[in-house]
């Protein structure tokens, strides 16, 4: 099992949620007919991570860092994505209290096009 992004394997996140992203234009006819027209979909990777070490976080910073395109793939029991071009996007981080401070935020990857 494992969520490769550019050459960081990542940590399992808690939660990976998938969706679609798509430019359109519905138009409405006089007669009531409804069409739409689709230019273009795109996916969008939601994974929410907790209770990261500093060294994990440091790691998928480096790749947010780079402000570039990245490959975001994943291989898991059920669960295939094949190498796909996104965008990083790197939501508020959260502290948690303890022995060692750890880390909990999201990160949105966004497909390119």
Known sequence: MSYVLGATTLPNPKSLFREFVETSSENLSLQGRTTKDVFNRKERFILKFQNLTPAQ???ILSEYNAETTKNFSSTETNLTIAATP???EFTMRNYMKGDSY???FTLILTEEI
Do not use: K
Request: net charge neutral; charged share 20%.
């Open 57 to 59: 976080v440091s790691n």
């Open 86 to 88: 996104v965008h990083i």
């Open 102 to 104: 750890r880390s909990e």
